[in-house]
């Protein structure tokens, strides 16, 4: 009777491993899926944090609090040569974040075009379909990180509102200096 329930239990065992396979080779090509199209959270190596490797990580640096990274540089240092130093660090900091996403960026494209071509010789029309729509919403990403990169090097737009919100943040800085170390003092 014993072997009988051993005999039972094993071949549900196998059942629920053969099930769990089945599954498992499920959730891998759904991981793969969300590996090629879902982006993960990510930190940056400058401290910020995004939901998206692309472009989303642009927008994240330049939305940052620069006002207040300024009004802290001022306070350690009211310099105006350390203020143009970090403006220029600011810079440096976008480009490498620009470049970062050209990498992944190209890195993107090129996957996708290989599952759009192996996918188109498998007849799989409409998955074709969907990665060459989720192509064009890449190109056109590419194309706003040139504006971005452009406005960069012209010091206008977007790259503008983050070293104007840095001067605003160091000249409160340095108006606070003077009011605690000079206006507050009595004659």
């Known amino acids: 009777m014993a072997g009988l329930f051993k005999n039972i239990f094993k071949q549900k065992d196998q059942a629920s491993s053969l099930i769990d396979d089945k599954s498992l080779s499920q959730n891998t090509v759904k991981?793969?899926?969300?590996?090629?199209?879902?982006?993960?959270?990510?930190?940056?190596?400058?401290g910020y944090?995004?939901?998206?490797?692309?472009?989303?990580?642009?927008?994240?640096?330049?939305?940052?609090?620069?006002?207040?990274?300024?009004?802290?540089?001022?306070?350690?240092?009211?310099?105006?040569?350390?203020?143009r130093e970090n403006i220029q660090l600011i810079k440096f900091d976008l480009e490498i974040i620009i470049q970062k996403v050209r990498i992944y960026h190209d890195s993107l494209l090129k996957e996708m075009e290989f599952h759009i071509a192996s996918r188109s010789r498998a007849g799989l029309v409409d998955l074709v379909e969907e990665l060459k729509s989720r192509k064009t919403d890449l190109m056109e990403h590419?194309?706003?990180?040139?504006?971005?990169?452009?406005?960069?090097?012209?010091?206008?737009?977007?790259?503008?509102?983050?070293i104007?919100?840095?001067?605003?943040?160091?000249?409160?800085?340095?108006?606070?200096?003077?009011?605690?170390?000079l206006l507050s003092k009595t004659f």
């Open 142 to 162: 590419i194309q706003k990180v040139n504006e971005i990169e452009f406005s960069l090097k012209s010091n206008q737009g977007y790259c503008e509102r983050a």
């Open 49 to 83: 944090s995004s939901s998206n490797k692309g472009i989303l990580a642009i927008y994240h640096y330049l939305e940052g609090d620069f006002e207040s990274r300024g009004f802290n540089d001022s306070m350690i240092s009211p310099d105006e040569s350390y203020k």
């Open 31 to 46: 991981d793969v899926t969300e590996e090629l199209f879902v982006e993960k959270n990510q930190i940056l190596s400058d």
């Open 164 to 181: 104007l919100s840095y001067q605003r943040g160091f000249m409160k800085g340095m108006a606070s200096i003077t009011q605690a170390s």
